[in-house]
DNA sequence: GCGACAG
DNA sequence: ATCTTGTCGC
């Protein structure tokens, strides 16, 4: 039979998030400060798309080198259409499908992983974007890097950039808080970087530009955007078929002739 | 009513 | 996000 699963109407959506938003401040206001001499491991989630089998979700996990330590995907059929403020409904099952397995294989060290995602944290309608939805979930550090601005005013602090990276500016809620850092990339490229969960925009920050290398994004996202895409592009044109990724990526992704 | 609007 | 050729530049 069929389950009752809840309806995923819009209204009853942004309601859930009114009622995180709570949960979302009060994980950042509780905080502990990120300590830059740590080592870490970062994880990085994207969403692509495939016209034939729907979502593909791709998570990463770097180490403080940023060296690619592991990666996995998941495939499947979003449940909403895309909706502003709501992108967390349509995208975070595809991560977590990714998540599991990978967070599996590294149990032990979840106590020094922080979430990159590919979208906004706080810097959202209700402070609840899919980087802080992420965030609550798995209890850990979350930020949310994006290429645009969805919530806040753009303060623009420094016209130009001599040095990249740079802040440039940031975007600041109806309250004056400040949101979202806008940062300068090497590559010239521009990415709102704000806190998810349990993580400081300070420490977001420090952290978004020690992921930073010669590309238009932090290379946790960057390289969960290119694995995403890979697979997306591979499903179509028919390189390799969703059966098989159910034994793992390892020797489907090399001589891949896709990225020409 | 008119814009704005992550991916 | 995705649809898409050529083109400017390192």
Redesign the pocket.
């Known amino acids: 039979m069929t389950l009752p699963i809840a309806r995923p109407d819009p209204e009853r959506l942004v309601r859930i998030q009114k009622l995180l938003e709570k949960l979302v401040l009060d994980s950042i206001s509780a905080a502990r400060p990120w300590r830059a001499s740590d080592s870490f491991y970062c994880l990085g989630l ?4 495939s ?1 034939r089998y729907g979502g593909v979700g791709a998570a990463v996990l770097l180490d403080t080198r940023l060296k690619l330590l592991d990666k996995e995907i998941s495939l499947g059929e979003p449940n909403i259409p ?1 909706i ?5 409904f349509r ?1 975070a099952p595809l991560f977590y499908a990714a998540l599991y397995p990978l967070m599996a294989r590294h149990s032990y060290k979840r106590h020094n992983m922080v979430i990159f995602v ?3 944290g706080v810097s ?1 309608p209700r402070r609840t ?3 802080s939805h992420i965030g609550l979930a798995l209890g850990l550090p979350s930020i ?1 890097v ?5 919530y806040g005013r753009e303060v623009v602090t420094e016209k130009t950039c001599n040095e990249p990276p740079c802040i440039i500016g940031y975007l600041e809620g109806d309250d004056g808080n400040k949101l979202a850092a806008i940062i300068r990339t090497y590559t010239g490229s521009r990415i709102y970087v704000s806190p998810g969960a349990y993580i400081r925009l300070e420490d977001a920050v420090e952290l978004a530009l020690t992921c930073l290398r010669h590309r238009p994004l932090p290379e946790p996202t960057y390289q969960a ?1 290119k694995l ?2 890979r697979i ?1 592009r591979s499903l ?1 044109r028919g390189t390799i078929r969703p059966a098989d990724l159910k034994h793992g990526l390892k020797g489907l992704l090399v001589g891949d002739s896709s990225t020409h």
């Open positions: 994207d969403a692509a798309y016209r895309y502003p403020g709501l992108l967390a995208e590919d979208g906004h959202h974007g899919i980087a949310g994006a290429k645009k601005r969805l955007d995403s895409k997306a179509d």
